[in-house]
């Protein structure tokens, strides 16, 4: 019976990309109209008005306005236009909910509106126009969804070659319905979610030599690379691109609160990972083994700096375990540390390079 309902049941899409509806634009209503009447079972959030109350309010600090106020306020605003065309509705094609939500510029001032004066009015206008690329979507999850939720950029490039399975979700946030997802699909969908207005473009293959360019470049240069992936020819052509473009890398190695930040944009001639790598032939290095390329690399992990806990799972790799930990409170630390420090950097609050450690063994006693 499960069988026969899974064979019937369509396969389902890699959707990540919302789609809007102006219902003032002649186009837009009849497509909208018409996906009304193709999706019966379709879910509608309209609260609008809501929306709307609260754009009010937080317009008019000084004053506690009443009812008839808010009402008056409102009418006014709208004009008009009908309730039912203000704004923009969007479908989220995955969970086929369509959501009615005020304009762009409306929905960043609500959305950003408790930032203030953390973040001025001037900075989320900045913030807005910055794209930042992060590769890895295990401690990257995190990462991008706290850039998002904070508003640190108007693009998002997000790259990662594998699914979801389920011994990531002690620290990937998402349902188990998205086992074998792809983890670019899942962080996407999810940043939809919560900002259809950020612009978020995935590479389901990872980062590649091939589509190394594209990435960095295409639609602009990136602002900020945040590195967050496994393997170590990656780490290492990543920064050289980096180096290449000036764009400065930011990376959390999820022990010990370490954030590594390597400013190529002051200084171009920066050696790589602090000089803790050798500068090696590219060639050379893919052909060699994992086993091989640790003396060269373990440098850069500075393994006599780590956590007691993250030496022991280390030398377990291939006997009681098959990889290094990672929890998800050490995750959710990264994604902060790092949207802090994005943020800094793209409002040119902070020049530095160098290796930092929040870490709450040593800090709290």
């Not at 800094?344 to 020049?351: E, G, M, T, Y």
Request: hydrophobic residues 40%.
């Amino acid at each position: 019976m499960i069988q026969e309902h899974l064979r019937q049941q369509q396969d389902e899409s890699n959707d990540y990309k919302p789609v809007f509806y102006d219902l003032k634009n002649a186009k837009d209503l009849q497509t909208f109209e018409a996906l009304l009447s193709s999706r019966r079972h379709i879910r509608i959030n309209d609260n609008l008005y809501s929306q709307l109350r609260e754009l009010m309010k937080i317009r008019n600090p000084t004053k506690r306005l009443t009812e008839a106020e808010y009402e008056e306020k409102i009418q006014a605003y709208l004009g008009n236009t009908p309730i039912e065309h203000f704004g923009v509705w969007v479908y989220y094609s995955w969970n086929d909910r369509l959501v009615h939500l005020v304009g762009e510029a409306d929905f960043i001032e609500l959305r950003t509106s408790r930032n203030q004066y953390k973040i001025t009015a001037d900075e989320i206008k900045r913030l807005s126009q910055k794209k930042l690329g992060i590769v890895g979507l295990s401690v990257g999850q995190s990462i991008a969804l706290t850039l998002a939720m904070e508003r640190l950029c108007g693009e998002l490039r997000l790259a990662d070659f594998d699914t979801l399975e389920l011994t990531n979700m002690n620290r990937i946030r998402c349902g188990v319905h998205n086992l074998q997802v792809a983890k670019v699909i899942i962080a996407a969908r999810e940043i939809a979610e919560l900002d259809p207005f950020i612009k978020v473009k995935i590479y389901e293959d990872g980062l590649t030599e091939a589509n190394m360019d594209d990435f960095f470049t295409d639609g602009g240069v990136l602002d900020i690379f945040i590195e967050e992936c496994d393997g170590v020819d990656i780490k290492l052509l990543s920064r050289m691109k980096a180096r290449e473009l000036k764009i400065p890398v930011v990376m959390e190695m999820n022990d010990r609160g370490m954030i590594d930040i390597e400013r190529f944009d002051l200084e171009p001639a920066r050696p790589l990972l602090h000089g803790l790598v050798p500068e090696v032939n590219i060639a050379t290095l893919k052909g060699l083994s994992d086993a091989e390329k640790l003396p060269i690399f373990s440098p850069m992990l500075a393994l006599e700096n780590a956590s007691d806990r993250m030496k022991y799972s280390l030398g377990e790799i291939g006997k009681t375990i098959t990889t290094w930990p990672q929890l998800a409170s050490s995750v959710v630390l990264g994604g902060a540390l790092v949207a802090d420090t994005c943020r800094r950097i793209a409002l040119d609050q902070l020049k530095s390079s160098g290796r930092y450690y929040i870490d709450f063994e040593q800090l709290i006693v």
